[in-house]
């Protein structure tokens, strides 16, 4: 049984092992070593995943018996959604991908997204479903390792593509508040709710996969628009690929 400080340690020890920070198609974005077409298949393909971050966040929500659990949570889904149309994050990813060129009815649609994006993001809902919900929480634990992911992302992004601005990352700006506070609340929920030692490593064996379904997706961008650059059919398609 470890202690609550030692459970945390070994979250984000694993944060620290295999956040897709290290993954060599994000190292590639911050190098300035991307061209527009491989960012436009990032944009794209992330934009599958923001898009089930609601869908995921309202499953949890669902199982949650109690009220002010649900409060807490649901500021999740506002957070992507917006209280109306044309705000948050969904909204802001949006604003990214039509600065990188993309026509926001194409992003929506998704018709160009890689089949390992979407099979991973439906496979981040089913396990959220499926699972504990000690574990489904402990799940979003990634975002204890996403501010400092995001700022350094935005300053090399700056740099190093001209093209970029900071109306088009304004996504991130509003991350950098938003996953502190989510993963706070979300780190002593499962520090206090892993009370014995099956239940700390489910949590462990949780966050271990969200880490694999977001490393999973860039190996999916790098295969094919990076490295053999062998391009699915019916997916976005870099120019000349």
Known sequence: MLSPDELEARLKAIGAERYHNRHPFHLMMNEGALSKDQLRAWALNRYCYQAT????????????????????????????????????????????????GLDRPYVTAMTGVLPATRFACEAYVNFVRERSLLEAVASSLTEMFSPQTISLRVAEMLRHYDYITPRILSYFEKRLTQAPRDSDFALDYVKRGARTPEAQQAALKALTFKCDMLWAMLDALHFAYVEPALTPPGAFRAEGK
């Not at 409060?71 to 990214?96: A, C, P, S, T």
């Open 53 to 100: 971050i609601p869908i995921k966040d309202a499953v949890i929500l669902s199982r949650m018996t109690d009220p002010e659990l649900r409060r807490i949570w649901r500021q999740r889904i506002i957070d992507h959604d917006g209280e109306r149309e044309g705000e948050g994050g969904i909204e802001r990813w949006l604003v990214l991908s039509e600065g990188l």
